[in-house]
């Protein structure tokens, strides 16, 4: 992969790279992603098999988030977990939408601004593991505390979801 896409992918197409709040922005660029894997639902039988399409989907970003964000920090932006980096943003806010499964326009936009919100409040403070987690090396700290983040978002999303749907 060459650096210009590492870091195309890293500052999920430039969105890290914006002045002013760009976690929020990259948990923005994770938007159309969700959109594009509730359009693709259709195509699957039934929402067992279409969850574990998106467990593996979640897995293999997982792990091109790390090797995306390993490189970002030691060869592009030459420091430990650069704010440009928000591909780890993108991860959690999609890991913050496992097992959801909206059904039209209403539910979608709420679960999307539902997990937005989760997301970025449990991103922002870090609070148990998560803060924890962000001290690992070589890309992996840059990813697993957003992805933590979207894991216990999620548990908050499918209690809500499990409620209110």
């Known amino acids: ?6 870091r195309n992918l890293g500052t ?8 002013k709040a760009p976690g929020t922005f990259g ?3 994770g938007i159309p992603v969700f959109i594009f894997l509730s359009f693709i639902r259709g195509f699957f039988p039934n929402n067992m ?3 574990s399409f998106y467990f593996m989907f979640l897995m293999t970003f997982f792990a091109i988030s790390v090797y995306v964000s ?19 943003e993108v991860l959690g806010y999609l890991t913050t939408l496992f097992l959801i499964n909206p059904v039209g326009v209403y539910q979608n936009m709420v679960a ?19 803060d924890r987690a962000q001290h690992f090396e070589n890309g992996v700290g840059v990813v697993l505390d957003d992805f933590l983040a979207g894991v216990i978002g999620n548990f908050i ?6 409620i209110f749907f």
Do not use: H
Not at 114 to 130: E, S
């Open 1 to 6: 992969m060459s650096k210009k896409t590492v």
């Open 12 to 19: 999920w197409f430039g969105l890290g790279d914006l002045p």
């Open 27 to 29: 948990t923005l660029g």
């Open 49 to 51: 098999v279409y969850n």
């Open 70 to 88: 390993d490189i970002c920090e030691r060869e592009i932006f030459k420091k430990e977990d650069p704010q440009n980096v928000v591909i780890d």
């Open 112 to 130: 999307i601004v539902l997990a937005f919100v989760i997301f970025r409040i449990l991103d922002i403070t870090k609070i148990g593991p998560i």
């Open 157 to 162: 999303m499918v209690c809500i979801w499990t």
